[in-house]
């Protein structure tokens, strides 16, 4: 059971970054979608079944030893396990500084399931697609409570009984310890560290020019990024809102907010992005230029490139382009030509009608 929310959190975690999975509701699995709203649930529903399981199982044990009349020694025989590294109820497993025994083994597992289903959460919450967007502050809150609770209620079921077995099979004093307890810290800290690196790590060489990146980013919204640690939002336009609907070319209602986030996953999800800050908005958000980098056009490395003539990989312009963004304050100008022909084909917000989002921002109040 153990090992089975081991390799499951692990798969999960990994088929999450994939590109093809990273701009999208669902997980695919050949022929199958696996929402992705599902999969935090899903996770911590299993902890609570798998703990209780447990719990269960190690109270009948500790029930039997407590009224059989065989010795500690067969009873050891009997319920050793194999390979002994999964034994937890051998003398070894007494000492917390047993990095190797059973009981220490079965931490890290537990550890490195819930670091998974944490970047599970978290990944949500900086990616579109999932239910979690958006940061919402309270359901953060809610899901941090609950993995808090069934944390404790894993270590209260367990525990206990477990200590009784132990203690009665070797005749000397169980405790997890604060060794474990900081292991287990550790590689869960390490686990959601791996799955989330790239959003805090790339390329540290443009720190000098005040740029931020290249690094791997993910889209909140149609013009909003999260790149190492920051929200940035997209300099000289005005994208559709994430909840907004609009109405297409035969008048039938869809979300174009959600089109817009989408569009702009789908070209920050396989190049790394680059953005050059404009205005800090707060300790942790900006307003900035940003571009895809790609082989097929040069990566600015200095405030000038930015602002040097056409940028193919402009982010803000490429939006418009698509018909999911306006052009506001300097970039009414910058993109006049590419908002007119996005009007004219009728790509995107343009192919029928939409509200402006300053004006269905103001609706919302």
Known sequence: MCFLGFFLSVFFAGLSQLEDN?????????????????LPLASLSFAVFAFWMISNRLSMLSYVLGTTTLNPVVMREIIQLNPPILHVFDKNNANPWSMF???????????????????????????????????????????????????IFGTRAIIPPLRAIVTELNGEAFKIGWQRHTLAFLVMSATIFVNESDQFFSNFDNEENDLIGPAFANAIDGETLYIRGMEVTLFGIDAVERNQICQDKIGKDYRCGQRAAQALQEMVQSEPVICLPIVNLSAQRVLAICESTSKNHPIPMSADDFTEGYRPGSLSRLMVVEGHAVGIGIGLEVFRDEQIEAQKLRRGIWQGSFQPPRLWRASQK
């Open 101 to 151: 025994s059973g009981v220490s083994v079965f931490v890290v597992i537990w550890a490195v399931f819930f670091g998974n289903t944490i970047s599970l959460i978290w990944s949500g919450a900086i990616e579109q697609g999932a239910a979690i967007a958006e940061f919402d502050p309270f359901l953060l809150g809610v899901y941090a409570v609950v993995i808090v609770s069934i944390i």
């Open 22 to 38: 990273a701009y999208t509701d669902y997980i695919f699995l050949g022929e199958y979608q696996v929402p992705k709203a599902i």
